[in-house]
């Protein structure tokens, strides 16, 4: 068996080949990651880029969905830009409605073509936490002890008085029941159309609304987001005023609600999160933007949940119709 020595050029110029080799099938496909920020607090938006640079032609690429952001990042809309035509790109538009630094974690790209499959990872990220609170003013006041009133005795007297009073007057003047008494009438309480609801809500909050003059735009927006939360509540008995945004609108999905309703609901939460939890300050515009918004929710839902008000209201009478008619008769 002949051992070949190679001359140290001839080995350099192997091993410069060799690892050409490997980076281009290594390399052939890359995934970078951008962040426009560093930092971030309570209700702020930020951007997220994924840059495809590809070897070839690929029939499909998927991107991460919603599902691999954590559960404190709500996602607003995403734009996706072919570069050239081995380059792509993916901006993701998200807001945060967290209070520690938030990390997003190594997310999966898939590039499917008809020989095989690759999958290749992003970058983990992590994004430190602005505190609103300001610097050093972390210590706690102590608690001040609980002061003691003396019980008073006399509401006993007067109770006293008065229990007395009652007795006397009773065994003096009482009466003696009515041998026939009439049974009480039951009063049915008509169908309660959760869109008529609604509509009054809306046109109380415009008609006593002095916004312009208060400039409290947190019960302002408190108002319209209780009476989409009401709406959800008494049609599709969804617990929509215990709820987070976030979780109302995981119930909207759930239940299938239709489309625009759903987007309007969120467009209105997520502006009404921003007055009252991340003390953003709109304009007055934009408090009657939002106000047209659920004007806007509630001429869809005329058209969308008119059949199932419809079955609620028959469902509604053949329960308590009956009580009456029969009442009636015994009368």
Same mark, same amino acid.
């Given at each position: 068996m002949k051992i070949i020595l190679l001359k140290p050029g001839a080995l350099?110029?192997?091993?410069?080949?060799?690892?050409?080799?490997?980076?281009?099938?290594?390399?052939?496909q890359t995934v970078r990651t951008n962040i426009d920020t560093d930092s971030i607090s309570i209700g702020d938006t930020f951007?997220?880029?994924?840059?495809? +640079?590809?070897d070839q032609?690929? +029939?499909?690429?998927?991107?991460?969905?919603?599902?691999?952001?954590?559960?404190?990042?709500?996602?607003?809309?995403? +734009?996706?830009?072919?570069?050239?035509?081995?380059?792509?790109?993916?901006?993701?538009?998200l807001q945060y409605f967290g209070n520690k630094d938030l990390s997003l974690p190594e997310m999966p790209v898939t590039f499917y073509s008809e020989e095989d499959t690759i999958q290749l990872r992003t970058d983990p990220v992590l994004l430190f936490f602005k505190s609103v609170v300001a610097e050093g003013d972390t210590t706690l006041k102590p608690m001040k002890p609980n002061f003691t009133f003396q019980r008073p005795w006399w509401p006993w007297i007067l109770a006293g008085s008065l229990l007395a009073a009652f007795l006397i007057w009773w065994y003096k003047f009482r009466k003696e029941p009515e041998e026939s008494e009439s049974k009480p009438q039951i009063e049915i309480q008509p169908f309660n159309n959760p869109i008529k609801e609604l509509e009054k809500n809306l046109l109380s909050i415009k008609r006593e609304s002095d916004i312009a003059e208060t400039k409290n735009f947190k019960l302002f927006y408190s108002e319209i987001g209780d009476a989409i939360r009401t709406y959800f509540e008494e049609l599709y008995?969804?617990?929509? !005023?215990?709820?987070?945004?976030?979780?109302?609108?995981?119930? !909207?999905?759930?239940?299938?609600?239709d489309d625009t309703m759903t987007e309007k609901t969120r467009v209105i939460l997520r502006k009404a999160d921003l007055v009252?939890?991340?003390?953003?300050?709109?304009? !007055?515009?934009?408090a009657w933007e939002t106000f047209d918004h659920a004007i806007e929710f509630?001429?869809?839902?005329?058209?969308?949940?008119?059949?199932?008000?419809?079955?609620?209201?028959?469902?509604?009478?053949a329960q308590f119709k009956p009580k009456a008619s029969e009442q009636k008769k015994e009368n």
């Open positions: 350099q110029s192997l091993t410069v080949l060799i690892l050409l080799f490997f980076s281009v099938n290594i390399y052939s951007r997220y880029s994924l840059i495809i +640079q590809q032609e690929y +029939q499909r690429i998927e991107f991460p969905d919603t599902a691999s952001f954590p559960p404190s990042v709500e996602l607003i809309g995403r +734009q996706q830009f072919k570069l050239s035509e081995f380059s792509d790109s993916l901006i993701y538009n008995k969804i617990p929509a !005023l215990e709820s987070t945004s976030t979780e109302l609108l995981r119930y !909207l999905d759930a239940y299938g609600v009252k939890f991340a003390k953003f300050t709109p304009t !007055l515009e934009d509630m001429e869809r839902a005329k058209l969308a949940d008119s059949a199932r008000i419809s079955r609620l209201k028959v469902k509604y009478e």
